[in-house]
Antibody, heavy 120, light 110 residues
């Protein structure tokens, strides 16, 4: 069974930093492209960042460029999101989402999410 | 390129509902459209991918279509059940090949 378990969400002050983790199990993690998707309270889904299976190709939404860094450790079956210079608008549940096999354009498995709250 | 959805729809059990997703500043047909269901307090799950394909385990009451004339995608749910009550999001790629979601539609089954 595919499992994605996020952790690291917390209450952080405006301008602070946080590192989110996603532990993957039940599939060959190193073969899949991965993403972070977030959802602000009572709002819709917003794609945040994407990383290829090898980690060589990385993309960010404009909202996180220059502040967020996505990375992965295939030996540890883990995905990460380093978030710096956090703003009020970064308050959201952050989901780890797997891209479907052989594609990049849709997400076939999601974690349960981890809540990031930025307090000013 | 953006995707726009109605904020909410409602229908009775046993009926059919159609949720639309309209492409703005680009063609809806350029990239595949996916649909995700999100029940309250839960993570999203896929109900339609590649315009009209269902993942295993999704009942055939769920279907998807593309209408080129209106530049829109549709999620069609027939034989509505109370368990279908959820938020539904369409998703595709924009002109930069970034992932884009519609704003979501709240489906009420009453």
């Amino acid at each position: 069974e595919v499992q994605l378990v996020e952790s690291g969400g917390d209450l952080v002050q405006f301008g602070g930093s946080l590192r989110l983790s996603c532990a993957a199990s039940g599939f060959a993690f190193s073969r899949y492209e991965m993403n972070w998707v977030r959802q602000a309270p009572e709002k819709g889904l917003e794609w945040v960042s994407h990383i290829s299976s090898s980690g060589n190709s990385i993309y960010y939404a404009d909202s996180g460029k220059g502040r967020f860094t996505i990375s992965r450790d295939n030996a540890k079956n883990s995905l990460y999101l380093q978030m710096n210079s956090l703003r009020d608008e970064d308050t959201a549940v952050y989901y780890c989402a797997r891209a479907a096999a052989g594609t990049v354009y849709w997400f076939d498995s999601w974690g349960q999410g981890t809540l990031v709250t930025v307090s000013s | 390129f953006m995707l726009t959805q109605p904020h909410s729809v409602s229908e009775s059990p046993g009926k059919t509902v159609i949720i639309s997703c309209t492409g703005i500043s680009g063609s809806i047909a350029t990239n595949y459209v996916q649909w995700y269901q999100q029940r309250p307090g839960s993570a999203p799950t896929t109900v339609i991918y590649e315009d009209n394909r269902r993942p295993s385990g999704v009942p055939d009451r769920f279907s998807g279509s593309i209408d080129h004339s209106s530049n829109s995608a549709s999620l069609i749910i027939s034989g509505l059940k109370t368990e279908d009550e959820a938020d539904y999001y369409c998703q595709s790629l924009d002109s930069s090949n970034d992932w884009v979601f519609g704003g979501g539609t709240k489906l009420t089954v009453l």
